[in-house]
């Protein structure tokens, strides 16, 4: 099958984690694939982790990128929804096995099939067989199945909103499925590119917001962003203060912490889910907090398709964005080393033109 050169960034094993220009294949649209022109690329911590094999499943080459946001440039015969020059968006799910309850039930992100999803870059969530790859959104165009595929709101800034595809959905769906809405009060712990969202999403909905931060220098960041009070969590008298506040507690830290800590936060029957990481926690939950007062601990990721497109939806109609910097293609590997050492503000986005013109 003849395939489609495709510019890109990757890399080729973790011991040379550092990306670099590359040449993939696409091969063209099947009858119900939509081949897609990417514009831009929003950067996820879990990119800079998949990259180093920090989870130990990366398949390389690994060409990551799971917040694109382009135009379709050629639809599948059997592609109904979407048609040439529609802005759409692809997030960090590219397939699922279809059938099993998760996914008939619209949840495909908890697909429970063989092999789960197929995430938009390092191939199935479950690898079985490490022949199998898929290349995310550093790259310049990528084809995907009209099913995964996302529209794009008009009102929304192009730039700006391809962290929606993960950062918004991520936080988006346990704030639904634990129904946060008016008379609860939120913490949203961590303001990076997870946090930042949850902030503006709680407060959408109705919810009383306070953002944790052991970082002063956010304070102000949070409560432009819509918190009605920002916590320090490096000042134990004012955590001591707030024991027992809060309904809901929604921890986006990326890495290991000590959850305990804010376990402590929760109301009797109150709710923490942790999302952004992946493995355990530093220390084990104290389950004497836990039966207390009756608190649950839980987990959440992504979301399913439709679920996505309700969270574009949502941040359409109340005016709310991801805060971004632009970046080149060129700038990526500077971009994973500030993430590293918590210089970024928010969200780093790639204009994907940077790589279109490279020579």
């Known amino acids: 099958m003849e395939t489609l050169p495709t510019k890109a960034y990757g890399a080729t094993g973790s011991l040379f984690s550092k990306l670099a220009p590359m040449e993939i294949e696409r091969t063209p649209p099947q009858a119900d694939e939509v081949h897609i022109d990417i514009l831009y690329c ?24 799971h917040e694109i946001i382009g135009r379709v440039v050629e639809a599948g015969s059997a592609v109904t929804k979407f048609k040439t020059g529609d802005l759409v968006g692809v997030g960090c799910m590219v397939d699922s096995c279809g059938t099993c309850s998760s996914c008939r039930e619209g949840e495909e992100n908890y697909c429970e099939g ?18 199998f790859n898929t290349f995310g959104g550093y790259s310049t165009n990528i084809v995907v199945k009209e099913a995964f595929v996302l529209r794009i709101p008009d009102t929304l800034d192009v730039q ?35 946090g930042h969202m949850a902030v503006q999403l709680a407060r959408a909905m109705g919810a009383t ?41 929604l921890i986006t830290i990326p890495d290991a912490f000590e959850v305990n800590d804010y376990v402590k936060l929760a109301k009797r029957n109150g709710v923490i889910v942790t999302v952004g990481l992946i493995g355990p926690y530093k ?68 204009d994907m033109q940077s790589l279109k013109d490279a020579q």
């Open 42 to 65: 929003g950067v996820c911590h879990s990119d800079l982790h998949q990259v180093k094999n920090d989870w130990h499943n990366t398949i390389y080459p690994c060409v990551p990128g």
């Open 209 to 249: 917001v306070t953002a944790v931060t052991r970082n002063k220098d956010k304070q102000a960041d949070a409560e432009k962003l819509g918190a009605h009070e920002v916590l320090i969590s490096s000042d134990s008298e004012a955590m001591e203060a707030h024991e027992l506040q809060f309904d809901f507690i």
């Open 283 to 350: 220390a084990p939950l104290d389950n004497q907090e836990m039966a207390m007062h009756r608190r649950s601990v839980a987990g959440s990721v992504i979301g399913g398709i439709a679920e996505t497109q309700e969270v574009l939806d949502f941040c359409a109609e109340h005016r709310i964005q991801p805060e971004v910097e632009i970046i080149a293609m060129q700038d990526i590997n500077d971009a994973f080393d500030k993430m590293m050492d918590e210089e970024v503000r928010f969200r780093y986005v790639i």
């Open 114 to 131: 063989p092999v789960s999803w197929t995430a938009t870059y390092n191939g199935y969530m479950k690898p079985q067989n490490k022949d």
């Open 160 to 194: 700006a909103a391809a962290p929606i595809l993960c950062a918004g959905i991520t936080t988006y769906s346990p704030l639904k499925h634990w129904n946060v809405g008016p008379g609860q009060s939120v913490a949203v712990v961590g303001i990076g590119g997870l």
